[in-house]
Each structure stands twice: as structure tokens, then as C-alpha cells.
């Protein structure tokens, strides 16, 4: 049954070889004594041409089997490979036999023009990886894991599997999923049983007994893991997490999910600066990875998607980042203020349009901001001398805005447990936390990298559901 892969077949020298492959086709074109076919099989961008030649001699079994043949009818063909007298391709299979494997009805399949809109395809979901567009995605998508693997493992990183429920808020924002097994709707009809009218808040929330949920406590599909990152990069010195991440957070943006990836590197003994420097040799390598290993697939962004895409990408690769502090950055931005629907000033935390004039207008490259005010960051970043801007970290690309977040982490026990209890969380929900730095504390940093502003950033496409397989936002969790 199985066959060779198409891109590997594309990649030989044509010899009059005999070869057999499968797929699906894409198109079929039928003149006087020649039909041609266009089958992918999604293992490299290209489709390979299927040559059929009435002047050679074609069977009446072959000619039913083309008839029958319409677009995304799956097929498995054996032929010889030679060099294509036509246009538009270098090699093509002259073939000798073909067979169907399932068929496609013309008037059923969804995927019968060439350009559908993005929004239909997202409707289709489940076929949208066989157009071209979505094919590309899902490769560079691979890529850009294998590539990021890469990196850290290149460089002495262990990668970390931190777990996916949790029963802490690793951002203290409160955005998060709640797991039970509690069966909500008896618990609704108890408070109305219980006479609900005019029933205190508290009394209600009383009714429900998480010693009897499945944890024996409140639970949450985890934010972020970098809190347990951390325990293993105060022990392995320098670690990495890759996995699926959710926030509740309300937001219907192209820039945001309530289910995305998120890679997070943390590191012992690593100060804001050192941060700083693997965040860019970080971001220069996977794009150097597109650009150079994802040829194929980057020339069609570049030519359908983004004009251009592919110098922009190469000039990022060969320049240095911005790094500016935020007291700065609003400094900048408080000169351009008319430019603005809210308005800079010190203290706001930076709008997408603040992020995106830094980033396009002023400097025209990626920018990082340091030293943020504490009062619009998360609990665990490291507090500055000053005593009112904290140690973090943002990493800005033109077009898009954040890509990155990160931060010196505070190491001092004294410090940090004032800045949990001063922003209402509770010391004990962080108990394991505050123990690293109460055992063996060190200086430590690390970041978050969003996997799919990555992908939005190095494909050009500009709807963030448009570079997961199946996106969950508010309202959308179909398929
Ligand atoms: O800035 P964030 O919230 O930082 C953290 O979660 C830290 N714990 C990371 C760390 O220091 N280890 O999120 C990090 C990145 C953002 O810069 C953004 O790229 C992405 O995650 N991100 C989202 N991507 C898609 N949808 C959302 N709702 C996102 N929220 C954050
Ligand atoms: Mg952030």
C-alpha cells in the first residue's frame, strides 16, 4: 500500500523511472489526446502532474477511472517519471495506471474553487489543511516546533512537561478554565430547593463542596507554565516548556485564543539582559529556519499573502532588536499622542496601537521594552531599585504587537511574598513557589513566546484562528 512521498519524488532527477505515489487531486484537465492531473499529498507545497496520453494508448478501464475523477478524489497512480515538455513544471509522472481510492462528489465537496475566503474555510476546518494556504501553515507550523526544539536542546536546555491542570493561577489575572467533575446542575437545583431568593453570595458559593470535586479543591486548565518551570530550571539550571495553554480572558481579537501554545524557556542564573539576548537569538532562529528551510512554502506567503514578507524576515534576522525601557518608549510615544485613541502617559499599559506606532513607525524593527511599572505585571517579576517599575520584558514585531513576555524573576522570599499578598493573592496558594526562594534562591529569568503570533509573524496571515488547526475563542469551539 504504501507509496512514495510526492515531495521526495519531486526532489529526483527524472530518469524515466518507474515510480507510485498518492493523493489527493487538486485539478484535472482534459484536451484532445492529453489529460493532466494535479495531485498533492501535503508533504511539500508543489502538486505533481499526472500525464495521460491518448496517442499512446490509454485504457477503457483508465478512461472510466478519469471520468469518475473530480477534484479531492483520492488516488494512487503508478508511472514513470521524465523530464515535462510543458510549462509551469520540471518533471511529470507518465502514467501507466491509476486507481481511485475514494471519491469526491462535484456536487457535495466544499472545496470546489480555487480561492475560497478564509472565513469559509474556517467553517471547514476539517478540509481547510488541503488548500494551499492551510498546507502551508501546517508545514511551517511543524517546522517552527521542530525548530524551536532545536534551539533549546542545541544548547544544553532540558525540555520540561509542566501539567496542563493545575490548581494555581501562574499569572495572579484570574483568567482561567475551570476543571470539575461536580455535576453543576444538581448543584443548581440545591440553591433553588434551598430557596435561592434573596440568598447571600456567600451562601451560595456554600453549597458547593470542592472537597467532593475530583481534585478535593477548585482546578484550572493551566495558564501558563512557567511557575513550575521554574522548579526545574532551580534544578536543572536551564529548562523549557512547549505546550497548550487557556485563558478565559473575554478578548474577540485576530491576536488572541483561549487555547494556544506556548513555549517557555526559564533559566538559572540568567539576569534581564541575558534574557533579553536569548529572546532575539531565539526569534533570529526560527525565522533564519523559514527562510531557509521552508523555501517553497515562504515564496508562496511572500508572493500570495504578504508582499515582500521574505526581505522584511531577512532584514529582521540580519539587524538588532530596539531595547528601550518603558519610561523611555512612553517618552517617545507621549510625542505622538494625536496618532492615538488612548493616549500614552506613564503608567498605562501599552495598547496594541502604542505597541504597533513603536514598532512600524518610530523604529521600524522589533523593539523590547524593559522595566514596565508593577502595577500592569504579573506578581513574580523581579522589583527594580526604584521600587515602582519591575524587571520584564516585552518583545514587539511590527504588524503584530507583542510576540514575547517575560521577566527577571524575584528571587528574594521577603519581596515576593509582599507583592502576592499586596496584589490580593493568597501566600498559600503559592506555597511550593515561595519555597525556592527560601531553599538554595538564585537570580533566574525566563519568557513565554506565543506559538501562534510566531506563526502570524513568520506566515504574513493576519486572523490568528488561522494558524492553530481548530481554534477556541468565545462562542467558537466547533469541531
Ligand atoms: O505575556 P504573557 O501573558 O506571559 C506569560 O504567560 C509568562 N508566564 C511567560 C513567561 O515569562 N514564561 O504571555 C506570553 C505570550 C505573549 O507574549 C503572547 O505572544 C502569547 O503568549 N499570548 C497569547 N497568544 C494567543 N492568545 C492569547 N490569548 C494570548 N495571551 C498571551
Ligand atoms: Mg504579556
Redesign the pocket.
Known sequence: MKTELIRNILSLKAENQPVELSGWVRTKRDSKNLVFLQVNDGSCFSSIQLTFDREKGISPETEDTLKKITTGTSVVAKGILTVSPGKGQAVEVLTENIKILGEAPAETYPLQKKNHTFEFLRENAHLRARTNTFGAVARIRSQMAYALHTFFQEQGFQYVHTPIITTSD??GAGEMFQVTTLDLKALAEKAVSAGNKGMQPEKAASLIDYSKDFFGKPANLT????LE?ETYATALSRVYTFGP?F?A?N?NTT????E?W?C???MAFYDLKDNMDTAEAFVKHLLNWALTKCREDMEFFDQRIQKGLIETLTNVVNSEFIRITYTDAVKELEKHNGNFEFKAYWGCDLQSEHERYLTEQIFKKPVIVTDYPKEIK?FYMKLNEDGKTVRAM??LVPGLG??????QREESYDKLLSRITELGLKPEDYWWYLDLRKFGSVPHS?????F???LLYVTGMSN?RDVIPYPRAPKLADF
Open positions: 501562574a499569572e495558564v501558563s507554565g512557567q518551570a495553554t485563558r480572558e478578548s491576536r488572541h485564543l483561549a494556544f506556548m517557555e524557556p526559564e504579573a516585552d518583545v507583542e510576540i514575547i513576555g517575560g521577566s525566563g519568557f513565554g513566546l506565543g501562534e503570533r510566531l490568528i
